[in-house]
């Protein structure tokens, strides 16, 4: 798609563009341009009156709104699991609404690590978020197999090759755990390519999906990924907090959850209050806790949308997003005030939901100065800014206006009004 780079070519880009009709289900403030959704997403109208649902189901039914509510509150889980399942590729009863991002890493290697001989180690990569790490590691050490950790790294110290990751894979890796999107940089990898040659191996292989669900479709099962989690509260959002989500393999609904709790049971008998665990036949097994109701109502309108929407189409307006605002910044940004590079991969195929730039100089500053014109980005450690602009509620004069002002901050050297002092969230 060619592009213009002034406010009358974003203005036709809007004029047809059915997701606009989105952005006004969505709570924002007109002074504020939101481009953080890979963060924290927005909240919708109808996210607030599921809570309202929610609380309202409480209120009238006290405990009873397990069994009375609409859904019932004792099918959340379920319920939210059949409608995230066509977002991931996979089947209803592969896929379970259940814990957190770090704490169903935790579940599921508990549940697949079983160490054999020679096969103990657990591969992750150089760039992965640091609690998918320290998950990893306390995994390990509960095995006693702290040494057992295989890093891949990184080239660049931004992307990584699928071949490196491919050539670490051999007998001695029993499971490896890796991002479909780089939450720094913004990078998808090949899902299939990496499932494919880790099971030659003999691996079995999970995926942390907090940067792609709900932004771009995936194939799970056609794939034949063994596990993969993921957060609700980005690209979902189903706000701060919100419940986490899990995906296993229906070939692997034979194993037992390594960490069982009443919530995994099968339902049907989950109030015979046996002390003799029978784990659900399928997903449902690795829920450990009672689901948190008032998290997890906001997902119902989430999912809803998304799948009115359709994932192909969300994925082609975010791409259409990611490659205009990248084009903006090549036409608009002076280069020799402060020299950038975006990070993130051009090619289509390799690109998440966000744009990563790297700025040789004085990020954090421009990061916090784009934040005071109210535009909403963040900052990662020790040069990047990160831009994600939800095609739900993000339109192309949104990210017009926010170039133009990232423009004007570095062009005219407008950072240096900022303080350097740094915030505890960035
Ligand atoms: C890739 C990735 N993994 C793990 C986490 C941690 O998530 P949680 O706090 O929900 O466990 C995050 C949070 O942003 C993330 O982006």
Redesign the pocket.
């Known amino acids: 798609m060619k592009y213009k780079p002034d406010i009358q070519f974003a203005r036709d880009l809007n004029k047809d563009n059915e997701m606009l009709a989105y952005k006004e289900k969505f709570y924002q403030d007109d002074d504020r341009i939101y481009l953080v959704g890979n963060?924290l997403g927005l909240l919708s109208k109808s996210a607030e009156k599921e809570i309202m649902r929610a609380l309202d189901e409480w209120r009238e039914h006290g405990v009873e709104g397990w069994t009375k509510g609409e859904p019932a509150w004792f099918w959340y889980g379920e319920k939210l699991g059949d409608m995230t399942a066509p977002l991931i590729g996979a089947e209803p009863e592969e896929t379970i609404v259940t814990g957190?991002?770090?704490?169903n890493i935790h579940q599921l290697l508990a549940s697949f690590y079983q160490p054999e001989g020679r096969r103990k180690k657990i591969l992750v990569d150089e760039l992965?978020?640091p609690?998918?790490i320290y998950a990893v590691k306390s995994q390990l050490a509960q095995h006693g197999n702290e040494s057992e950790l295989v890093v891949v790294e990184s080239r660049d110290g931004r992307t990584l090759e699928e071949e490196d990751i491919i050539a670490a894979f051999n007998d001695e890796i029993a499971i490896a755990l890796l991002?479909t999107v780089l939450?720094q940089s913004g990078q998808l990898l090949d899902v299939k390519k990496l499932t494919e040659a880790a099971h030659e191996h003999g691996i079995l292989i999970g995926f942390?999906l907090?940067?792609s669900v709900g932004i771009l479709p995936h194939d799970l099962s056609g794939a034949g990924v063994d596990f993969a989690l993921w957060?609700n509260?980005?690209y979902l959002n189903a706000g701060p907090?919100a419940v986490?989500g899990l995906y296993v393999n229906k070939k692997h609904f034979d194993r037992k959850p390594g960490l069982a709790g009443w919530w995994g049971h099968d339902k049907e008998t989950q109030f015979e209050m046996s002390h003799e665990f029978t784990p659900a036949e399928d997903a449902g097994a690795m829920q450990i806790s009672t689901l948190p109701i008032l998290s997890s109502a906001p997902l119902f309108s989430s999912l809803d949308m998304i799948n009115e929407i359709g994932i192909e189409k969300v994925r082609e307006e975010s791409l259409n997003r990611t490659s205009y605002l990248a084009y903006l910044m090549a036409e608009k940004l002076d280069t020799e005030t402060v020299n950038y590079s975006i990070v993130t991969p051009e090619d289509d195929s390799r690109r998440g939901g966000h744009i990563a730039v790297k700025f040789e100089r004085e990020a954090y500053r421009i990061s916090k100065a784009l934040k005071e014109a109210g535009v909403i980005v963040d900052f990662r450690e020790p040069d990047t800014i990160r831009f994600a602009p939800s095609p739900l509620y993000i339109s192309f004069e949104d990210l017009y206006n926010a170039v133009e002002i990232l423009a004007d901050i570095i062009n005219q050297e407008r950072f240096e009004e900022v303080t350097k002092e740094r915030g505890s969230v960035t």
């Open positions: 963060s957190s991002t770090t704490l992965n978020f609690s998918d991002p939450y942390d907090a940067h957060c509260y980005k907090g986490g």
